[in-house]
């Protein structure tokens, strides 16, 4: 093949299992001038094992922003660079939006060498809807930012796609459950294509159980493909938020001044209102 000079490849690698690398990656790799891989002594096992002999240039998370410029300027005199993770394709939850945005303010040609990748291959093996789906990367590490966000997400209707570190795990599916529900579908996909796959569809509650009784399951690399919550009306949000209203009035006034501040805050029918009230007073009771 003909490499493009001046050009900034996106080059995808097997996330596990070393068949699923393309042929067209390893030529694109054999032929560039430069690679920039997040661990230049992982990539290096990769590369080695076929015959890739392309100088390599450490660019990670920690040194994206000093070395995009430098690549940049590469570039711009000529030279071509194929930017590689670890596994998978790269930008999903790893190095690189950084480079490519600036490639594209620069006017630099920015050419994909698709593969494989852990949240498509996790998404299709899941049997969970896949028309609509949102990917959520890794989520905060500490339990009370990973419960704000899982809230956040608590009325989303698409598919929900995570990556999960394995000593987090357990932790996550049981935030999950409580947040979600411990009935939400989900599946558990762990070290996928690689000799200890997993794939586990079940509950939250006993896909949690499952990996608590077997440590095994907490370790390797993870995604967690959960079911999006069922669509809700409207009307019945709007119902919901005005109940609550009517149930916090009625906390600290009687029924009918509480209908009466009710119907002024919502705009809802008096009527209506004071058949809620009636009921969550007889429900109180």
């Not at 929900?160 to 599916?173: D, M």
């Not at 690689?194 to 390797?220: C, I």
């Not at 009466?260 to 805050?265: M, P, R, Y």
């Amino acid at each position: 093949m003909s490499i493009v000079n001046g050009a900034l490849y996106i080059v995808a690698t097997p996330i596990g299992n070393l068949a699923d690398m393309t042929a067209r990656a390893i030529e694109v790799l054999r032929e560039v001038t430069l690679i920039a891989a997040e661990d230049t002594r992982h990539s290096g096992v990769l590369l080695r094992h076929f015959g890739i002999s392309t100088p390599c240039l450490a660019f990670h998370e920690h040194n994206e922003r000093q070395q995009t410029e430098s690549m940049i300027e590469r570039i711009q005199q000529g030279a071509a660079v194929a930017l590689i993770s670890d596994a998978g394709t790269p930008l999903l939850s790893d190095p690189g939006y950084h480079l490519v945005r600036a490639a594209h303010a620069a006017g630099i040609r920015v050419i994909p060498i698709p593969g494989a990748s852990a949240a498509l291959a996790a998404l299709s093996v899941s049997g969970l809807p896949t028309d609509r789906f949102i990917f959520e990367g890794f989520l905060p590490a500490k339990s009370a930012a990973r419960c704000e966000r899982l809230q956040a997400l608590r009325r989303e209707t698409r598919t929900l796609l995570f990556y999960e570190a394995p000593h987090r795990l357990l932790a996550t599916l049981g935030d999950m459950a409580e947040i979600f529900g411990q009935q939400r579908e989900a599946v558990l996909t762990r070290e996928l294509t690689k000799v200890y796959e997993t794939v586990r569809k079940d509950s939250l509650e006993r896909l949690r159980h499952w990996v608590e009784e077997d440590p095994n399951q907490q370790k390797g690399e993870c995604a967690i493909v959960v079911q999006g919550a069922e669509a809700v009306s409207d009307q019945v949000d709007a119902d919901t938020d005005k109940r609550r209203i009517l149930e916090i009035l009625l906390e600290e006034m009687p029924l009918k001044q509480a209908v009466g501040v009710a119907v002024k805050i919502s705009g809802e029918k008096r009527n209506r209102l004071y058949q809620w009230a009636v009921e969550m007073k007889d429900a109180g009771k």
